[in-house]
């Protein structure tokens, strides 16, 4: 059951990458063309417009190619199902249950972190491993609690679910 709905999760993130692929490949595509367009050529040797229009196509292009290969690892990854007492590792789905008792749930990935998902109704946020949060919760398991530390303040989460 829990393998079906981290593959909607991931499928969902798959989307949200793709969405953000074609958007970057015609900024890459738009700043190739501004650097090369007949208004960027320089008026004197003082004026940089096409050097920096240049800088931009080859930084989309490289952030473009990050992604395509960040969504090969993505589609390649092995989704376990994982018993209830397994410890946190990649891929696992976790949720976490602060002092107030609000609940939130977490996606381990090696990338994409930050990303927040739309899951039944619930938010999942991707977290990475070297992240605070996910380095907090790797190895950890059910029923354990994690404390963070952040400007705000320490913060403790209970680890109610992992799936």
């Not at 970057?24 to 004026?47: Q, V």
């Not at 092995?78 to 977490?106: H, S, W, Y």
């Not at 994409?112 to 491993?129: S, Y």
């Not at 913060?155 to 109610?160: Q, V, W």
Request: hydrophobic share 45%.
């Amino acid at each position: 059951m829990s393998r079906a709905k981290k593959k909607k999760l991931i499928a969902a993130l798959v989307k949200h990458v793709e969405a953000e692929m074609a958007t970057m490949r015609k900024a890459a595509l738009d700043a190739a063309e501004g650097a090369t367009h007949a208004e960027a050529k320089p008026e004197n040797d003082k004026d940089t417009r096409a050097i920096e229009a240049s800088y931009l196509a080859a930084g989309q292009a490289e952030r473009f190619r990050q992604l395509e290969a960040s969504l090969k690892v993505l589609r390649g990854l092995e989704l376990p199902e994982l018993p209830k007492t397994a410890p946190i590792a990649a891929t696992a789905v976790v949720t976490l249950e602060d002092e107030d008792g609000e609940l939130t749930r977490f996606l381990m990935l090696p990338s994409f972190g930050g990303v927040v998902l739309e899951h039944e109704g619930q938010k999942v946020q991707v977290v990475t491993p070297p992240s605070p949060l996910g380095a907090a919760l790797l190895g950890r398991t059910r029923g354990e609690t994690i404390e963070l530390r952040a400007k705000a303040g320490r913060r403790e989460l209970t680890i109610t679910d992992v799936w």
